[in-house]
């Protein structure tokens, strides 16, 4: 049974204070409605441990998740976040700069509606990485209906697994930025305005941004950059414009190309 949460005025619906809510669970509401602050967002240290999971998170203008503190192995798992009522500048979920999130697990969430804003937005300098524990990954979700799926900055994630994700109907790119030492597995990219997956730095060349010695094996591109915002789109973009060197750094192997506006 769900438990209906009005949201307040001036606040999150659910505030994380840090120390205190640490290995705290967040497991079964219906959260409707809640403004730019964020449905749920931490406000006080970090948040070390927090799980977020099995949440139906709606109705808001702003952010789903706000994560503006620090944490350690945080896991947010088996929500569905629709954004269809944002009119805020927020994205569904945002990962804020320069917060450090080590062993961030995001996993089997549906993240949907976003219209001009990205399903996940991360932001930061290599500060989405491994912890003592545990890598960091994105595994098993939906990202549909957004600008984007997932923009992970220039250089926001270091040596995690993004894996068995579906990102499809997204206006732009499935999936864009600059991971590093990554691998990217066995996702389906379909239906996405421009590019699938663009590994890119958006233009900064600059040593240290843009996607670096990343794995892309087992995914599939279909139908992608069809009837989307420029022609000459498609599937698998590695931008020309980034640090010298960075597109000789990946490896591609195993993947299937069908019916991209380009391969």
């Known amino acids: 049974e769900s438990i209906i949460v009005p949201p307040v005025a001036a606040n999150p619906t659910i505030e994380l204070q840090g120390t205190g809510c640490a290995l705290s669970v967040i497991d079964g509401f219906a959260l409707s409605g809640g403004n730019n602050l964020g449905v749920i967002r931490p406000t006080v240290n970090s948040t070390d441990g927090v799980q ?21 192995d945080m896991t947010v798992s088996r929500n569905v976040m629709d954004g269809s009522s944002q009119t805020g500048s927020g994205q569904i979920v945002f990962l804020d700069a320069p917060d450090i999130f080590q062993g961030f697990w995001f996993s089997s969430n549906w993240v949907r509606n976003g219209g001009t804003r990205a399903g996940l937005f991360v932001d930061g300098n290599r500060n989405v990485k491994p912890s003592i524990n545990r890598s960091s990954q994105i595994t098993d979700n939906l990202f549909a209906n957004n600008d984007v799926g997932i923009n992970m900055g220039s250089r926001a994630f270091d040596t ?22 990554s691998l990217i597995v066995s996702n389906l990219f379909t239906k996405n305005g421009r590019w699938g997956l663009a ?21 599939t591109f279909t139908q992608n950059g069809i009837g989307g915002p420029a022609t000459g789109n498609g599937g698998l973009f590695f ?18 190309f069908s019916l991209n506006s380009t391969g």
């Open 52 to 72: 977020i999971r099995n949440n139906h998170i709606a109705g808001f203008t702003g952010s789903a998740l706000f994560l503006d503190k620090s944490a350690i």
């Open 239 to 256: 931008s020309a414009a980034q640090f010298a060197g960075n597109n000789a750094s990946h490896h591609v192997n195993f993947n299937n």
């Open 160 to 181: 995690g697994l993004i894996a068995f994700n579906t990102f499809t109907n997204n206006a732009f790119d499935g999936l864009q930025g600059g991971p590093k030492d």
């Open 199 to 219: 590994l890119t730095s958006f233009g900064n060349t600059s040593a240290g941004r843009g996607a670096t010695n990343d794995i892309v094996v087992c995914n």
